[in-house]
T-cell receptor, first 112, second 115 residues
Framework: SQQGEEDPQALSIQEGENATMNCSYK?????LQWYRQNSGRGLVHLIL?????REKHSGRLRVTLDTSKKSSSLLITASRAADTASYFC????????????FGGGTRVLVKP | DAGVIQSPRHEVTEMGQEVTLRCKPI?????LFWYRQTMMRGLELLIY????????DSGMPEDRFSAKMPNASFSTLKIQPSEPRDSAVYFC?????????????FGQGTRLTVV
């Protein structure tokens, strides 16, 4: 079974709006990572948040982590048409060393 | 560095044939991952290596699948015999394993179609 699960599965917004997606996971983690995938391409790393961090920013991206609820959120502010992609969370469980597993992803469509 | 390099980019084969997918990780990265992506099952971790040694192959679907890493700069994923349900995009990724909080770098994937 997958460690992380994203919600919603799909999201459609207008350019300029904010996009928020959530990730829940099952076991204690070392860190949680968010990746982006454009259609037909490989995944690209966006941001990593460690288990002892609660919030992190990178440009228009804001990630939160709540280890008590085993959940994370990714916020994209002032979205652009170029943000259209699938977004995945990935976790490195504490008990599994280097194992990096992904959730099912959120497909984001930003309409111009 | 050119990044993680996978070959071929596309592969079409007939059911029953052997398929070999290849991956060259980023130099200096000692962890390598093989993933399979389908619409139905999402992105599944098949197997990962640390320092050329397979650590966890619990995601390998069945005995028809095998993976090797003969050296630090090369890995293969083999399917023998292939079946139509193996059709998917297969990704290879690498990262440094000696640093805990690092990201993975993905190749562009191999799109496999088994007819």
């Amino acid at each position: 079974s997958q460690q992380g699960e994203e919600d919603p599965q799909a999201l459609s917004i207008q350019e300029g709006e904010n996009a928020t997606m959530n990730c829940s996971y099952k076991t204690s983690i070392n860190n949680l990572q968010w990746y982006r995938q454009n259609s037909g391409r490989g995944l690209v790393h966006l941001i990593l948040i460690r288990s002892n961090e609660r919030e992190k920013h990178s440009g228009r991206l804001r990630v939160t982590l709540d280890t008590s609820k085993k959940s994370s959120s990714l916020l994209i502010t002032a979205s652009r048409a170029a943000d259209t992609a699938s977004y995945f969370c990935a976790t490195v469980p504490k008990a599994a060393g280097n194992k990096l597993t992904f959730g099912g992803g959120t497909r984001v469509l930003v309409k111009p | 560095d050119a990044g993680v390099i996978q070959s071929p980019r596309h592969e079409v084969t007939e059911m029953g044939q052997e398929v070999t997918l290849r991956c060259k990780p980023i130099s200096g990265h000692n962890s390598l991952f093989w993933y399979r992506q389908t619409m139905m099952r999402g992105l599944e971790l098949l197997i990962y290596f640390n320092n050329n040694v397979p650590i966890d192959d619990s995601g390998m679907p069945e005995d028809r699948f095998s993976a090797k890493m003969p050296n630090a700069s090369f890995s293969t994923l083999k399917i023998q015999p292939s079946e139509p349900r193996d059709s998917a995009v297969y990704f290879c990724a690498s990262r440094p394993s000696d640093r805990e909080n690092t990201e993975a770098f993905f190749g562009q994937g191999t799109r496999l179609t088994v007819v």
